[in-house]
């Protein structure tokens, strides 16, 4: 009986695992083509993305007249910022604002002040400029200072 209880179980537990894939909007399968990570900086100032972003390691001009808030792109991360979060902080800005910033900053009644590019730029550029900012992310194992005690 006991064994029976237990088949139903981890029957019920499987379906409960498969039911999670069968989200229509799940980005499971996603995957981008390789870009090209030179095309992707041109990209970048062609859009003048540089007019809100700086990025780090990467000297880039500055756009006469803009208006910050000027938000840093790259640098340490505590995990791999993937190209799955790269796209969609680019072309679904407000899904998920980037944390360090003050809420006031960068958004508006909680919608990225970020210009929604969808219209305007092709897959390609999109493909190049996450290959392009992607590698400006640095992995960093935070560092933990443990107090001896005598
Ligand atoms: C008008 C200002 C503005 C412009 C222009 C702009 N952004 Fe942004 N961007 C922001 C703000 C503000 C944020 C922070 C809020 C958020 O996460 O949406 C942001 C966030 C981001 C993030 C996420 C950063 C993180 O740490 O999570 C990426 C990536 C990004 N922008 C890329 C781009 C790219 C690529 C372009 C050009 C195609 C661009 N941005 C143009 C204002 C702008």
């Not at 190049?128 to 640095?138: E, K, W």
């Amino acid at each position: 009986m006991k064994k029976l209880m237990f088949l139903a179980l981890l029957t019920g537990l499987a379906a409960a695992v498969a039911g999670c894939d069968r989200d229509p909007m799940s980005e499971k399968g996603f995957r981008l083509p390789d870009g090209d990570p030179v095309a992707g900086r041109e990209a970048f100032l062609y859009m003048q993305c540089n007019q809100c972003h700086t990025i780090r390691g990467e000297e880039l001009p500055r756009v006469p007249l803009a208006d910050p808030p000027f938000v840093e792109l790259g640098g340490p991360v505590t995990k791999v910022k993937t190209y799955g979060e790269l796209v969609t902080s680019i072309i679904n800005p407000s899904h998920k604002l980037a944390s360090g910033y003050a809420e006031e900053v960068v958004s508006v009644d909680g919608e990225s002040k970020m210009y929604v590019y969808n219209d305007y730029m092709t897959v390609q550029e999109l493909i190049d400029i996450v290959m392009f900012l992607q590698p400006h992310y640095d992995v960093v194992v935070p560092e933990f200072h443990y107090r001896v005690y005598p």
